[in-house]
């Protein structure tokens, strides 16, 4: 499917689920995937944080875009997210991710060398799909502290100029991520990354989002967005103060949580991969109680 041009563009880190073998579950995949068709959900990203990025290995995360892109019957659009600082392996990555059916790839800001400039100028023009780069140094410490900061605002500025950058996604700093947006000179996307914020980046220009919450609230993340981009800040924020604890305690969970929130809906959610835990019945009931609380379930 082609990427969509008009905004809010919404897409949900993925998570993955597995067998009671610990093996990928493509078949629970696949059921996920046809359910999502039927959402606002704009597209799919996969090999992320959310989805357990680092406990697989390369061919089960190749063979996970080549069963999305199977199962979506040709709509929405896929992401595959590459996180290495070399060069060199960020591109054979992005060109692997691209053949299995990949129409953009997410790139990290490079963790391992302040050279950010160096990096994206060598990468960038060499990956055969759209780059969306995301500005998130501590992957799956979202919901808490002060967010790493892995360039300037004024240096992401520049790094989203360049030709084949699609668009940007934003830290949870919302001090610092509102000065990047002063630096943004073009239209290109400017993506929210975390639920509880949705109101608060979308204030400051954000006009779109990427983030764990999208699997199972994507009407309500696609709402706020659009009601603030329409300038209906009274229905974004009844619709933020509905969700806001929702989001809250299923991203306090991780993994875990996503998963016991898409068990709740009647995905596939299942357990994280070995040796991590599912969420507690507690936790499940405390997740459940804030979905029926902000209407999702």
């Not at 009671?20 to 704009?42: G, M």
């Not at 992401?79 to 299995?100: H, K, L």
């Not at 963790?111 to 060499?126: C, H, K, N, W």
């Amino acid at each position: 499917m082609t990427i969509p041009t008009t905004n809010p563009i919404v897409v949900a880190p993925s998570p993955t689920p597995f067998k009671a073998d610990d093996s990928v579950d493509h078949a629970a995949i696949e059921r996920n995937v046809v359910r999502w068709l039927n959402t606002p959900l704009s597209g799919f990203v996969l090999n992320s944080e959310n989805g357990e990025e680092q406990f697989l290995s390369e061919p089960e995360r190749l063979e996970i875009v080549r069963t999305v892109n199977g199962a979506r019957d040709g709509q929405k659009f896929i992401v595959a997210g590459v996180d290495s600082s070399s060069v060199t392996e960020s591109i054979r990555q992005s060109e692997a991710f691209v053949e299995a059916g990949a129409e953009m790839i997410r790139i990290r800001i490079p963790r391992l060398t302040s050279d950010a400039i160096g990096y994206f100028e060598q990468v960038v023009p060499r990956v055969p799909a759209p780059v969306v780069i995301i500005h998130q140094m501590a992957p799956g410490g979202f919901h808490g502290g002060d967010a790493p900061v892995g360039a300037s605002p004024e240096v992401i500025g520049d790094l989203i100029d360049i030709d084949n950058v699609f668009g940007y996604i934003a830290s949870g700093n919302v001090r610092f991520e509102a000065r990047v947006r002063s630096f943004v000179t073009t239209d290109k996307p400017f993506w929210l990354g975390n639920g509880v914020l949705l109101l608060a980046m979308s204030a400051i220009g954000a006009n779109g989002a990427c983030l764990m919450f999208g699997n199972v609230a994507p009407a309500e993340c696609h709402q706020i967005i659009s009601s603030v981009m329409n300038g209906d800040l009274a229905t974004a924020q009844a619709v933020q103060a509905r969700v806001l604890e929702a989001d809250q305690q299923i991203l306090d969970r991780g993994p875990a949580g996503i998963k016991a929130a898409l068990d709740i809906l009647g995905y596939d959610g299942g357990a994280p991969r070995m040796p991590n835990p599912s969420a507690s019945e507690a936790g499940r009931e405390v997740i459940r109680l804030a979905m029926q609380a902000a209407g999702l379930v």
